[in-house]
C-alpha cells in the first residue's frame, strides 16, 4: 500500500491497512484452442482487464502508537481507473456433456501492470472458473 508522498499525518505509517473496495472489470481477451475435438478440447485465454475502481474504503491500525489524530481511514469513489492495466491469463479444458452443453474448468492469474487503487497495490489474483455452457450453432 503506497499512498501519494506526504498522505500520512506527521509521517506516521500504519502497521496494517485493510481495504473494501468496489471493483468493475472490464476483460479484453483471446481464446485459443489447441487440437480442437468435439468430445473435449484444451485451450489457453490471454488478454488485458480494465479495473474501475467504484468504491475504496482503507482502515488503516497502529500497533504501538494510540495517538488520535492519527488519520484512521481513508474512503475515494470513483477516483482511480485502470485501464488495459491487468494481465489476464488462463488454461482450461472444455467437455461434451451431449448435445450442445459443454462443461468448463479454467484456472487463471490476473497480473498488475501497475498499482491498483488509492495505494497503487500490487495487486495479483488467482482462482478458476467452473462454467456449464450452450453451443447456439
Keep these: 500500500y503506497h499512498p501519494p508522498e506526504g498522505f500520512w499525518d506527521y509521517g ?8 473494501v473496495c468496489e471493483v468493475l ?11 480442437p475435438s468435439k468430445a473435449h478440447r484444451v485451450f489457453f485465454s490471454t488478454g488485458l482487464s480494465s479495473y474501475l475502481m467504484l468504491t475504496e474504503d482503507y482502515q488503516y491500525e497502529y500497533e504501538h502508537n494510540y495517538d488520535p489524530d492519527l488519520l484512521d481511514s481513508w474512503s475515494v469513489e470513483n477516483e482511480n481507473q485502470h485501464f488495459l492495466s491487468i494481465y489476464n491469463f488462463s488454461i482450461g479444458y472444455q ?37 456449464i455452457k450452450y453451443n447456439f450453432k
Design 12 to 19: 506516521e505509517v500504519p502497521d496494517y491497512t485493510e481495504a
Design 25 to 35: 472489470e472490464i476483460p479484453l481477451n483471446v481464446r485459443y484452442y489447441l487440437r
Design 95 to 131: 467437455r461434451a456433456l451431449g448435445g450442445r452443453w459443454f462443461a468448463e474448468i479454467e484456472p487463471f492469474i490476473k497480473a498488475p501492470l501497475a498499482g491498483v487503487g488509492f495505494g497503487a497495490v500490487d495487486l495479483w489474483s488467482t482462482g478458476s472458473y467452473f462454467s
